[in-house]
């Protein structure tokens, strides 16, 4: 499979001078960068189409412009800063990983750890009990793998039939059941995910194998990363979003996985990051109960700086989950470049009319 390249403002030239100009201007307003994987496979493999695992020689072209050009620090560092307890060099930036992959510690962290990034690592704590690989990408595994070139499902008054006979109708394919299982509760999902999984007639130990990628962080993992100078924090216990859930779920979610990290690492669990992260999945309750349950800091998905202000349980990040992710792309993000742009044209041409 290729990934198209994406044509943008980001790469015309004179954007790297303009992200220069930007980068100084927004000096004093953090960034917080949000991964998930990091994979020594090149683009290209079905198991990866989404570009979830950045390939490792693009992250690592992406770490050493942190360090040639920005103050990389911990996100806790940037919390005390919002709460006034800590001072920021300028051009702060902190480095996140969501989800709990082990290839974070096998490919990420020894470049973090060369080039002297801080970084945290939020964990599903059941993938990681379990040793279970989520079920997002159990679907995506056994596409990838199954011999069929065709899927056919009977749920009740709606049968599915799907070409899966190249990588292209897998993916369309891949896309299609996890909108399915996403409409599906909690509880029934699941026994969903079961039923696609043998539909396509792939066992469990292929399924396993199809991907090594898609291996959970162990414990014993979490105490490693530590051990290198990672903090780990938690992004739930079976990855619900929060404000889907009752008061007493969320309050589970919370707890058990603080409990299960803080045992496994031996040290406090003080971070939390909200599984999506988008408007909509944390709000006000939701920042309640991660404060009451011990946490000092959550993050979300939501693509901005983090300015003085802003409340520590909220704090924004901007999610790098593409190898369609240029260079210029993503210098641009971190300078603050394209909010720079809008406002130099509001400037010029006035504010939208609303
Ligand atoms: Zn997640």
């Known amino acids: 499979m290729k990934y198209p390249v994406k044509s943008s403002l980001y790469s015309v030239p004179g954007s790297a001078v303009l992200s220069r100009i930007a980068a100084h201007a927004n000096r004093g307003t953090p960034v917080v960068l949000a991964f998930h994987g990091v994979t020594g496979d090149p683009p290209g493999n079905l198991c990866n189409y989404e570009g979830k695992h950045l390939h490792l020689p693009l992250f690592a072209r992406f770490m050493e412009h942190l360090r040639e ?4 620090v911990s996100l806790s560092r940037i919390a005390r800063w919002l709460e006034g307890r800590a001072v920021l060099p300028e051009r702060a930036v902190a480095v996140t990983f969501d989800d709990g992959y082990r290839n974070v510690l096998t490919n990420a962290v020894p470049v973090l750890n060369a080039l002297e990034i801080p970084g945290s690592v939020y964990v599903v704590s059941d993938f990681v009990k379990e ?161 009451k349950a011990g946490y000092r800091l959550a993050s979300t998905a939501i693509p901005m ?16 989950a593409h190898n369609r992710t240029t260079m210029a792309e993503f210098a641009a993000k971190l300078s603050g470049y394209p909010g720079y742009l809008r406002a130099i044209k509001r400037k010029i041409v006035g504010p939208r009319e609303p």
């Open 305 to 320: 700086r983090v300015r003085r202000g802003h409340d520590p349980y909220e704090i924004p990040r901007y999610t790098i």
């Open 69 to 72: 050009r920005y103050a990389p």
């Open 131 to 291: 040793g279970e690989m989520v079920w997002t990408d159990a679907i995506v595994s056994a596409l990838s793998v199954t011999k069929k070139d065709r899927f056919r499902l009977e749920l009740p008054g709606r049968p599915i039939d799907l070409p899966i006979g190249n990588d292209t109708q897998k993916a369309a394919a891949d896309t299609e059941l996890k909108a399915l299982c996403k409409s599906f509760a909690d509880s029934e999902r699941m026994g969903l995910v079961s039923k696609i999984v043998s539909a396509l007639g792939v066992s469990d130990g292929e399924l396993a194998g199809a991907w090594r990628d898609h291996d959970p962080l162990t414990p014993a993992d979490l105490r490693t990363l530590v051990e290198r100078g990672i903090e780990v924090g938690s992004h739930t216990a079976g990855h619900k979003i929060l404000t889907r859930c009752t008061p007493e779920e969320t309050r589970r979610e919370l707890e058990e996985s603080k409990r299960f990290v803080e045992s496994a690492t031996g040290k406090r669990c003080d971070e939390f990051s909200y599984p999506n992260g988008g408007w909509g999945d944390f709000d006000a309750r939701t920042g309640k109960a991660v404060r």
